[in-house]
């Protein structure tokens, strides 16, 4: 500090009369340091007078004052000393070039003495002052959020826009922050629409910060319904549609997001890929029946090529998901989607769709139909295939393995499940095939081999199979604590393995048995679910719901709660019928279970019920 300053005295003086001179001024450095250092000492202390008396010493020199302001002037206004802070400020700003800072501190001090009107002109001074040029204006506005004037930050954004005629949209980002930390959600996201109608190609950014800000219900609510006026008013603005897609598919409104975007399709006379896309989301998010109806749509509009083949592959593939999981499951439903499946191939000849199709065909064989004979002959002829993808063959090794195992042949199972996993090692279907010989090895009672398994699935890629890992390991973990033998595990993997083999009365009551048996084993919650799972299925819907009851009254708050309550607000939906207590339950469900992953599906159900959605 001090040596710089007498480098610019002397200027380009000779090295000794410089080394002269910073000799004689390293002691004067020293001992401002020591001052300001005990100063800082008696500001701690709270010895206001001694502090205050050194500060005014100290900010004789200039060079001083941007160690010492801060405490300096919070001193002078704590003790009111109004008018000598004044002066203070008043030199600062005459001494210095780039004196904004002191001009807002100094209009601060005019608003404590109660003199609004000569602060709010000197704040509009430094604004208007700075609005030609951006990097002043940046630097007030930073000056102004820093001392939590968020207003006049905006003011300062504002009024730079104004004057710089900006067309980038920069400072609709940076009011639209302010915006964001002040909670005026509404600004932020008019600040947000102004900043991509100049940048539509950024719009993935904007979707990107408002799903940061937009966390709550009523939040994604608000900006729906101002996305829907600006699309009534502004019809021909993509970008409004574009997010009003992307609003309903973060509401799990798919219908919505599908209806918006097939009118964004016939205007701009574009392909299907859009409208695909969404019922692939609908589809993975289990709303079959609008997945259903998109895919229809596809197939009616686009009556030849890719989007044809995918979107007739797909329909199918929906309604076997809808068929599926509609409990009893209805065996003509089934018998209808292996007569689609082979209309489809004979359509289309052979190429990977119709092979995809073959196999799924041959799942209904084995699983719904008991033609396991069948299944294998499909699946070994898409094996053998000379046109089959990769990763299509692996999946039909896997479906191979499944039905070995459905069969009870456990050991051809293994080896066709191992060379998958070999043959696909750091691939998400190699993941798949040592997931389903966890799952072999836990059938099996070897619950240590499968620990091993899961041990390392638990770190894939995929999310859903690392989760699916992580949920077996613990069922396993926490399970075998109070039983050093595993007998009552070994129990529970069998009823499974029952279900898996379609045996569900077997299932059910090898589960009673371990309720009436060990009755209060730490397993109990898991039994239940699984019962009422299988009471679904079987279309004994009371046995369910009453299953699943006992669940959120006596495991109420451990980990399979959640699953319960949905499940039973689920069934009440869609078999009993009884959609008043439904809504209850979902509505209970929204405030007992905040953080569930099924919050997002909850909200929409009711919201569903309530008649806020015209599908």
């Not at 002037?73 to 003790?79: A, K, P, T, V, Y």
């Not at 240590?448 to 899961?454: F, M, V």
């Not at 075998?480 to 279900?499: G, H, I, P, R, W």
């Not at 279309?539 to 006596?554: F, R």
Request: aromatic fraction near 10%; charged fraction near 25%.
């Amino acid at each position: 500090m001090c040596i710089s300053r007498k480098i610019k005295e002397v200027g380009l003086a000779g090295a000794m009369l410089t080394a002269v001179l910073l000799a004689g001024t390293l002691p004067a450095c020293a001992q401002e340091k020591e001052k300001i250092s005990l100063a800082n000492q008696y500001y701690g202390q709270g010895e206001v007078e001694k502090a205050l008396s050194m500060y005014e010493e100290l900010a004789e020199n200039s060079e001083n004052v941007p160690l010492i302001h801060d405490k300096y002037l919070e001193l002078l206004i704590n003790s009111q000393s109004f008018k000598t802070a004044e002066k203070y400020l008043e030199k600062q700003i005459r001494s210095r070039a780039n004196a904004e800072q002191y001009r807002i501190e100094l209009a601060q001090l005019y608003e404590m003495q109660g003199d609004a009107k000569k602060a709010g002109n000197l704040l509009n001074q430094v604004i208007n002052t700075a609005a030609g040029n951006r990097f002043k204006s940046n630097q007030v506005a930073q000056i102004f959020q820093s001392k939590r004037m968020y207003d006049r930050a905006v003011q300062t954004f504002q009024k730079a826009r104004e004057e710089q005629k900006d067309e980038s949209g920069i400072y609709a980002l940076q009011i639209a922050n302010l915006y964001g930390i002040m909670g005026r959600k509404e600004n932020m996201i008019e600040e947000y629409f102004h900043y991509v109608n100049q940048n539509p190609r950024n719009i993935e950014y904007v979707k990107n910060m408002l799903q940061n800000y937009l966390t709550e219900a009523e939040d994604m609510a608000a900006f729906e319904s101002m996305l829907y006026e600006k699309v009534q008013k502004h019809p021909d603005n993509l970008n409004y549609s574009d997010l009003l897609i992307w609003i309903n598919l973060q509401q799990k409104n798919f219908y919505g997001a599908f209806i918006q975007a097939r009118a964004i399709q016939k205007r701009l006379m574009t392909g299907g890929g859009e409208l695909i896309d969404i019922g692939i989301i609908a589809l993975d998010n289990q709303d079959y029946k609008t997945a259903v109806k998109i895919f229809e749509y596809v197939t009616k509009e686009f009556k030849s090529g890719t989007d044809f083949f995918i979107g007739s592959r797909y329909v199918i593939k929906a309604r076997e998901e809808l068929v599926k999981n509609t409990y009893p499951v209805d065996k003509s439903e089934i018998l209808k989607l292996v007569n689609d499946y082979q209309k489809l191939v004979d359509e289309i000849g052979m190429n990977n769709t119709s092979l995809e199709a073959l196999n799924s065909k041959a799942m209904l064989h084995a699983f719904y139909l008991n033609q396991e004979d069948s299944a294998i002959q499909i699946l070994k002829q898409i094996i053998d295939s000379p046109r089959v993808a990769p990763d299509l063959r692996a999946k039909s090794k896997l479906s191979l393995g499944d039905i070995y195992l459905l069969t009870g042949e456990p050991w051809e199972a293994t080896l066709v499940y191992s060379q998958v996993e070999k043959e696909n090692k750091d691939q998400p279907i190699g993941y798949e095939a040592k997931l389903k010989n966890a799952k072999l090895s836990y059938y099996k009672g070897e619950f240590a081999l499968a620990q091993g398994h899961l041990d390392v699935l638990k770190e894939a890629t995929t999310r859903e199979i690392a989760n699916d890992a992580m949920a077996l390991s613990l069922l396993i973990k926490n399970n075998s604590v109070l039983d050093t033998s595993d007998f009552v595990m070994k129990q529970y993997a069998d009823a499974e393995l029952l279900l898996f083999r379609n045996k569900k009365e077997k299932a059910m009551e090898a589960l009673d048995s371990i309720l009436i048996n060990f009755s209060g084993h730490s397993i109990s919650d898991e039994v239940l679910y699984l019962q009422a799972k299988i009471a679904l299925e079987l279309g004994e819907y009371s046995t369910a719901v009453d299953k699943l009851t006992i669940i959120t009254e006596q495991w109420g708050k451990d980990i399979l709660a959640d699953d319960a309550y949905f499940l039973r607000a689920r069934i009440y939906e869609e078999y009993l019928k009884e959609e008043e207590q439904a809504m209850e339950y979902y509505q209970n469900f929204l405030t007992a279970f905040p953080g569930s992953i099924y919050v997002a599906d909850a909200r929409k159900r009711f919201r569903n019920l309530r008649g806020d959605f015209s599908n």
